[in-house]
């Protein structure tokens, strides 16, 4: 069993910059694949990113790369996603989920996640 605590969230203006984090208990840190989505308004959950188990390997969907970064402290159980350059299209509950079940940073799908946050809001003003 794993809990997972985002945080971070808020309100930001076109072109601003958002830190979230997503605090884990319950499981080894290193022994899970980490990974965040998000859901607007009346669209269907979509992944935003992943990493894998000891950070080196990373991914990221085509809308956020080079603008988000994903990354990962294990000695404090705490996954972040540096978001950058933030518009209004990435308003959105994001979530931090992590996986058991794949490895690397091949984690792009909701259904191979095991554990799910609660999720933060993020709104980004024009």
């Known amino acids: 069993q794993v809990q997972l605590v985002e945080s971070g969230g808020g309100l930001v203006q076109a072109g601003g910059s958002l830190r979230l984090s997503c605090a884990a208990s319950?499981?080894?840190?290193?022994?899970?694949?980490m990974g965040w989505f998000r859901q607007a308004p009346g669209k269907e959950r979509e992944f935003v990113a992943t990493?894998?188990?000891?950070?080196?390997?990373?991914y990221y969907a085509v809308s956020v790369k080079g603008r988000f970064t994903i990354s990962r402290d294990n000695a404090k159980n705490t996954g972040y996603l540096r978001m950058t350059n933030l518009k209004p299209e990435d308003t959105a509950i994001y979530y931090c989920?992590?996986?058991?079940?794949?490895?690397?940073?091949?984690?792009?799908?909701?259904?191979?996640?095991?554990?799910w946050g609660q999720g933060t809001q993020v709104t980004v003003s024009s």
């Open positions: 990493i894998s188990r000891g950070g080196f390997g990373t």
């Open positions: 989920a992590v996986s058991f079940q794949t490895t690397g940073s091949n984690g792009r799908s909701w259904s191979q996640y095991d554990y």
């Open positions: 319950g499981r080894a840190s290193g022994s899970y694949v």
